[in-house]
């Protein structure tokens, strides 16, 4: 099982959007963790069956393919707010975190309709996950040079 952590594991496209939301939070002194980047399938799989067929809350409804993690295309950070990881989401931050990861050109979950998810950004590069699944499995095409969607 693989969840990593690292910028290196990220696409170009999505290293280069991530690195500036980093240095954008940096810059109005707001420190932020990345806790995961690329999440290979045994892992996706693990965290969907939590709070249904193994112990914990729901953390995601994407399933192994159906994360942009697994395309190398996502992040999850959490801001530190007095020396600690503010998980729960209340901390006005996680707005302003949000707003700063939109601005660097990355898609912010927390503005989802259903499931938000305040700690989950990813850039798809105007792609959905069914056309980008078929490309990248005949072809292994990464995000980075495929031509939008749009």
């Not at 707001?30 to 969907?48: C, G, H, M, P």
């Not at 490309?135 to 749009?150: E, F, G, Q």
Request: some cysteine; aromatic content about 8%.
């Amino acid at each position: 099982m693989m969840n990593s952590r690292s910028l290196d594991e990220l696409v170009p496209a999505a290293r280069e959007r991530v690195d500036r939301f980093i240095k954008l939070c940096n810059m109005e002194g707001i420190d932020i963790l990345v806790t995961s980047t690329y999440r290979d399938a045994e892992s996706q799989n693990a965290l969907y069956a939590q709070g249904r067929t193994a112990p914990g809350r729901i953390v995601t409804n994407a399933r192994a393919g159906d994360s942009w993690h697994n395309w190398r295309c996502a992040v999850d950070v959490v801001p530190v707010v007095n020396g600690k990881p503010d998980w729960d989401g209340s901390h006005p931050v996680w707005q302003r975190v949000g707003e700063l990861g939109e601005e660097a050109g990355l898609e912010w979950a927390g503005r989802w309709k259903t499931f938000r998810e305040l700690p989950h950004f990813q850039y798809t590069g105007g792609h959905t996950l069914d056309r980008k699944s078929t490309r990248l499995n005949s072809s292994h095409t990464d995000i980075s040079r495929m031509p939008s969607s749009a």
